[in-house]
């Protein structure tokens, strides 16, 4: 089985991230980059994958400035076999991004595609769907467990409530959720194999996608600020204040 | 301008988020038909058709959307949309399953989980981890969108009496549904519970959120965790508030335990009494909190609920 597993370069998720004082964009010069949380977790599941020996063959692609290669070696260096960096300095929302994976998905016809739930910058949680739809694949999303068997997935899917186990015709798309599992740290000696592995380069253009943003960011600002109350001094006081005071209980 | 809103309901009910995302679809304005997608869900539309401003519920009454699996769902969203300048959905998880999807395949870059109506094509929503509101300007001609519940107040459920109408399903034949696992609980759910109670890293195990329970079930309160929590494995993750988990905004929230990282202040800083017990003085969750107390959990939860 050939997995794709789509990654993500973003802020780190330590560095707070801030509105420019002029309101028009997030300030990100200079800021730390790193592999999207989500993203590693599914590099890690297909990794977990190949070692079971479910999977064959694992590629790693990424949609993005030229760096965005640092995140793939990333992903090669936790055990991805090769490379795919569609390349552009163009804003890419989760349409766009879905329609390049939908080219790559039909060029490389792979089983399974895993990727993250949602990436920590937009927050949008779309792009796994997107590409079910525009492939016709199933979806599942918001994955705390996977297991391949007779020519299915199924996934184990955490939704408000509980959970819920869906049966996936192959070939399917899994996005991942934080408890699916716990990403390895890559070890230097595979650090310094992936990056000798194999890394192509393509462009939005060459696969025939048009990446125009169809939402526009008019302006950006900090959310609204909580102002800190008062110390209470014991629980006494704590509940009487709730009871007379906020009248909340 | 003519609003379609995708319900969130068990068949037999509604949801309470479905009323939520009618107040967002009101503040767009226009014609609102509320989608009821599922099987033997007669006590669904109905309760949809008794919701304020709705004009009409469309009843899509099929074994394929028993489970609202979104590969089906979707279609008919999809179907259906193409009538429509607006598809809302809440920001449920459910809700995030099926609109992508369903935007994709009417080729509409979506909106997720927006937190104002600024006009029929700009919203706010939240961004990093809701360290940044974004304002946002949609070119699409079908706009499709996720709703924040706890940002807009419910509509009432009773009073309206919109026409139901049929229509059929179709399964995409490619997922079925294997089964689920529903916590059982007599406490509200989170996301609608007037008071929230949650623990963090400082609960210690997961038998210590007993107390919370004891004090939970006094006050009529849902319990929620932090991500530390959660990750740490004291409760299930269904229970996580954050930006990550579930976002609440209930009368009372009351911090026991947790630090406050920004990635759950993310998830509960709209709440209207913030309480905060914590022994570490320093923690960030004091700067947001209306009422804070400097103790030892182990000593103020048993004694607060006592007082209670």
Do not use: W
Not at chain 1, 17 to 35: F, H, L, Y
Not at chain 1, 93 to 119: F, H, T, W
Not at chain 2, 225 to 239: H, L, Y
Not at chain 2, 256 to 280: F, P, R
């Amino acid at each position: 089985m050939k997995i794709l597993v789509a990654v993500k370069r973003v802020v780190d998720y330590n560095v707070k991230v801030r509105p420019k004082s002029d309101g028009t964009d997030v300030d990100i010069a200079n800021a730390k980059m790193s592999i999207n949380p989500f993203c590693e977790i599914a590099v890690e599941e297909a990794v977990r994958l190949k070692e079971k020996g479910t999977a064959t063959e694992i590629v790693a692609v990424s949609m993005g400035p030229k760096q965005s290669q640092e995140q793939i070696r990333t992903a090669m260096a936790l055990g991805a076999d090769r490379g795919i960096l569609v390349e552009t300095d163009a804003e890419l929302q989760p349409l766009a991004v879905a329609k390049c994976l939908k080219a790559i998905v039909e060029k490389e016809s792979p089983d399974m595609i895993i990727m993250g739930k949602q990436s920590i910058d937009g927050d949008n949680n779309q792009t796994g769907q997107m590409l079910g739809a525009l492939t016709g694949m199933p979806q599942g999303t918001f994955a705390s467990e996977v297991a391949v068997e007779d020519g299915k997935v199924n996934v184990t899917r955490e939704i408000d409530g509980g959970l819920q186990t869906v049966a996936l015709n192959l070939p399917a798309i899994v996005t991942t959720d934080l408890r699916l599992n716990e990403p390895r740290y890559a070890s230097l000696p595979n650090i310094m194999k992936a990056k000798k592995k194999p890394l192509d380069t393509t462009t939005p253009e060459d696969l025939g996608v048009d990446v125009a943003p169809r939402v526009q960011t008019l302006k950006v600002e900090p959310p609204a600020e909580r102002q800190a109350g008062i110390k209470v001094a014991d629980v006494a006081e704590l509940v009487d204040k709730l009871k007379n005071e906020a009248k909340v209980i | 301008m003519s609003i379609l809103v995708i319900a969130e309901h068990d068949n037999a009910s509604l949801k309470g988020a479905t009323l939520n995302t009618i107040a967002a679809a009101k503040a767009i304005g226009g014609d609102i038909d509320v989608l009821v997608a599922g099987a033997d869900c007669g006590g669904a539309a109905t309760a949809a058709a008794a919701a304020e401003g709705v004009s009409k519920v469309i009843k899509a009454d099929d074994a394929a959307f028993a489970n609202q699996l979104a590969e089906n769902v979707a279609l008919l969203v999809a179907e259906l949309g193409k009538n429509y300048t607006h598809i809302l959905a809440p920001a449920t998880s459910n809700g995030k399953n099926i609109a992508p999807r369903a935007a994709a395949l009417l080729d509409v870059q979506a909106i997720s989980d927006i937190i104002s109506v600024e006009s029929a094509d700009t919203f706010k929503r939240p961004v990093y981890a809701g360290n940044v509101i974004a304002t946002v300007q949609s070119s699409d001609a079908i706009k499709v969108i996720t709703v924040r519940g706890t940002a807009f107040d419910a509509v009432a459920a009773e009073g309206g009496s919109a026409a139901v109408e049929d229509a059929a399903g179709q399964d995409a034949g490619v997922s079925s549904f294997v089964g689920e696992e529903l916590a059982k609980s007599d406490r509200p759910e989170l996301t609608a519970a007037k008071i929230v109670i949650s623990g963090g890293r400082g609960m210690q195990n997961g038998d210590n959120f007993e107390m919370l329970y004891k004090v939970a079930d006094k006050l009529g309160a849902g319990v929620g965790a932090s991500r530390a929590a959660v990750d740490a494995g004291f409760v299930p993750n269904d229970m996580q508030v954050g930006q990550t988990g579930k976002i609440v905004a209930p009368e009372l929230y009351v911090a026991v335990g947790i630090s406050g990282a920004i990635q759950h202040l993310a998830g509960m800083k709209d709440s209207k009494v913030i309480v905060a017990i914590n022994k570490d003085e320093e923690a960030p969750i004091f700067q947001v909190a209306d009422y804070g107390l400097v103790a030892d959990l182990f000593d103020a939860v048993p004694e607060l609920d006592g007082k209670l």
